[in-house]
């Protein structure tokens, strides 16, 4: 819809229904304008909310961001009951309850997660990527 208010000229007694129309076009527009805004501010928020283990996990095996009780962040998966890092060095650590949330002596206990953010990509030409 394309309302063009700068070529109406409102005289009062003589067009008012217009002017309403037009109005109500505006209006419309705009909430159609909000009502997207509020979609994706609603979208990308649940993108990147932490979740509490207490609320639920992550699926099996799909890399999430961590945060560990003493506020340290680590890319990780959970693979049964276990989280597991998601990194060359500790892939041989576990941590989960039976391991008293301890790896290599450091408090590890997950205590929220999020999904990891899409990769950044430059578009064809190089350029930053604007969304």
């Known amino acids: 819809m394309s309302i063009n208010v700068n070529e109406f000229e409102y005289v009062p007694g003589k067009n008012d229904a217009e002017y309403i129309k037009l109005l109500k076009g505006v209006i419309e527009m705009q909430k159609n304008t909000i009502g997207k805004a509020v979609a994706k501010v609603k979208k990308l928020s649940a993108q990147t909310r932490w979740i509490p283990c207490s609320e ?76």
């Open 56 to 131: 639920r996990m992550p699926e099996i095996g799909k890399d999430v961001l961590t945060t560990y009780i003493d506020g340290e962040m680590k890319r990780c998966y959970v693979r049964e009951d276990a989280w597991f890092p998601n990194d060359d060095s500790e892939k041989s650590g576990w941590i989960n309850e039976e391991s008293d949330y301890r790896y290599n002596g450091l408090s590890m206990e997950v205590i929220a997660w999020m999904p990891m953010p899409e990769p950044y990509k430059e578009d064809e030409d190089g350029s930053e990527r604007k969304e």
